[in-house]
């Protein structure tokens, strides 16, 4: 299992668990941008049933595995329940109500980051022999 393959199962999972959601489609996207920016990840689960993801900041062999990948994963998800004006600024974008509801949801698959953990460990290990 490639790194892409990785978040594409539990983002699955995640939208799953968090919302009984079936059949969601991830994509990677090497120029995935809003507003002519690059963006990490984008969610359109409520109109395509899709997350898009950026791929060149998720690579299938990473060198480096971007910091708080979990988190973007259930960040994305989240965004089924409550959407977001703008990706500028997370702050002034990201409404409270939303920065509480990933709270709760990270709170709710905590377990399943330890799995995820573990799955990625071996991952790295595999990049970190084929990046050599």
Same mark, same amino acid.
């Given at each position: 299992?490639?790194?892409? =393959? ?30 002519? =920016? ?9 109109? =395509? ?14 060198? =480096? ?68």
């Amino acid at each position: 299992m490639n790194f892409q =393959e990785l978040i594409d199962k539990y983002t699955k999972i995640v939208a799953k668990i968090l919302y009984n959601l079936d059949n969601v489609k991830v994509i990677f996207d090497d120029n995935l941008s809003s507003g002519g =920016e690059p963006i990490r990840a984008l969610c359109k689960l409520n109109d =395509e049933n899709t997350i898009y993801y950026h791929g060149k900041t998720f690579e299938k062999y990473p060198t =480096e595995i971007p910091t708080g990948t979990w988190d973007t994963v259930v960040h994305e998800v989240s965004h089924y329940e409550i959407g977001i004006e703008s990706t500028k600024n997370w702050y002034t974008y990201h409404s409270k109500a939303f920065r509480e509801l990933q709270k709760v949801n990270l709170q709710k698959v905590k377990d399943l980051r330890k799995q995820f953990n573990r799955e990625l460990s071996i991952i790295k290990k595999m990049s970190q022999r084929t990046n050599l």
